[in-house]
Every structure is written in structure tokens, then in C-alpha cells.
């Protein structure tokens, strides 16, 4: 572990709605393989210039270019990258994937694209800055100077979906989606037609999506058991290993014994910013 390292940078008050945190990752290893967890949009400049891919749930094996998205994913994946590794990465808002990238998400679940494809040359110069500056913090503050720049104007009706979706997945250990239709006070399919836009999934797999990283989250750290996560919503103990199988990579013993290293640095270092961001970053 101690040639793995990841830092969470909370963004500025006007990045949150836009962006989940930024964050530092280095492996001074030959070879760096492990399993991330199904999450929200990224959007990363690979600093190390090394070969790097991605083995989505779908079973696609995409490579990753120097700067690059990873679209919405819906379950874990594989990330595998020649070392020595250095990323500066941030996890993009449903709002900040609207203004960034201005695509329906759904199109690209699962999906690793080329970053310099959507916001041009421009990208390279910013990576070179990044790969000249001393820190983690100057780092992130080039990052974070790329996307105010990038950000073609705020949608306010997204801004005000996400807000309404992401407090209906942090409400409730198992969010139902007919009562997010009500709260809403527009359609099923508008519903669906809208967080397959911005999220890349319709509302039941974001239901799934979340209920099983915060209950990845409380096993890993010992603030629930097996028993008290199956009369939260899951049907039996068969039916929440393989929730957690598929959006985590990893097995409830996993969560609990032996992590690896992603899970264990994500997991625990996200729940420390309990109470500086959102619940739906920090508890999952």
C-alpha cells in the first residue's frame, strides 16, 4: 500500500454541483491491475504516459488515451495500466457531465472516450502543466481552472434533477421508484427519459447502483451486518452477495477481510468527508 497512494481534493463551492471530488492517484509499481467499483462518470488526465485500459461490465476491453472519460459504469470494471501511474481525475456531477460534455450519459455507459475528442488539442497543454506543477493541490487547481472554462453555461433543469435524484438515492437504504415519480410531479417515462440522460441508468439500476455501495461501505467499516442489510431491502443473503459482486467486484468477506486496494483507499477515505459532501459521495 505504501506505493499506492490516492488523495480526495473537495472542489470549491461553485465546482459542487459540477464535479464529486478531485483526487491524486499514484503507483510506484511495473504494473498496475485492480477492480473500481461501478461509479459516476470520470473525467482523467493520465499524467505517466503509459499503456492503460479498461474491462468494462459488458465484457468490452477499451484502451485509455492520455486524457480521457470514463462514461457512467453499471457495475465494477477493471483498470489496468503500465506503471508508474499517475492520474489527477475527478468525478463528474450528472449536472457536470450535462454542461462538460452535453451528450445523453446513456450513450456512453460503459464507455472509456478519448478527452481530447470532445474538448480538442487544448487538453494536451493542460496535462503538460499539470505534469510540471509540484503538488497535488496545484495539480487539482489546474484541473479545476480547465473545467470553469469548459462549462457551456449552467443547465438549470438539470442542476435541479440531479439535486432531486441524488436526495431520493441518499434517503432511503432502498429508494422506491414510485415515489420518486410522485416527488418529481412528471411522468415515469420523463423519470426515466431524464436519469438515463444525465446518469446514464434509468432509476432502478440507480436504486441498485447505490444501496449496494453503501452497503459495501458499512460492511468494510463494521457499522452493519449481513442480517441488518437484508431487512434494508435486499431479499436474502444470496441476493445481496450478488448485488455487491456485481457493483463492487468484491464479496461481502472481501468487503470486510482482505479489500483491495482501490476499494480500501476509495471506501475510506470517502466516508472521512462525511459532512463536506453530498451522503451520496460520501457513504458510497
Sequence with gaps: MADIKLDYVV?????????????????????????????????????????????????TVQPASDVHIVGPTSGAMRTRADG??????????????????????????????DGEAFFGAAVRRVSDRMRAASGTDEKVAIAAAFVRGSIAGADSEALAFARQIDAWLAGSASPDV??????????????????????????????RKYRALRAAVALANGSTTLDDLIAEGFYDQSHLIRELKQFTGLTPRQLRTEPNHLAQLTMTQRLALGGQVHPIISET
Excluded at 463551492?13 to 459516476?40: G, I, K, S
Aim: hydrophobic share 45%; aromatic share 10%.
Design 11 to 59: 472542489p470549491a463551492e461553485d465546482l459542487r454541483p459540477y464535479v464529486t471530488l478531485f483526487y491524486h492517484f499514484r503507483a510506484d509499481v511495473p504494473l498496475f491491475e485492480d477492480v473500481e467499483r461501478a461509479d459516476h462518470a470520470q473525467l482523467r488526465f493520465r499524467l505517466s504516459r503509459r499503456g492503460a485500459s479498461y474491462s468494462f461490465p459488458d465484457g
Design 84 to 113: 508508474p501511474v499517475e492520474v489527477i481525475g475527478m468525478g463528474l456531477q450528472p449536472a457536470g457531465w450535462a454542461a462538460l460534455l452535453r451528450i445523453d450519459a446513456s450513450t456512453m455507459l460503459n464507455r472509456a472516450l
Design 178 to 207: 414510485a415515489a420518486l415519480v410522485v416527488a418529481s410531479g412528471v411522468s415515469r417515462r420523463q423519470v426515466e427519459r431524464r436519469c438515463n440522460a444525465l446518469y446514464g441508468a434509468p432509476p432502478k439500476l440507480l436504486a
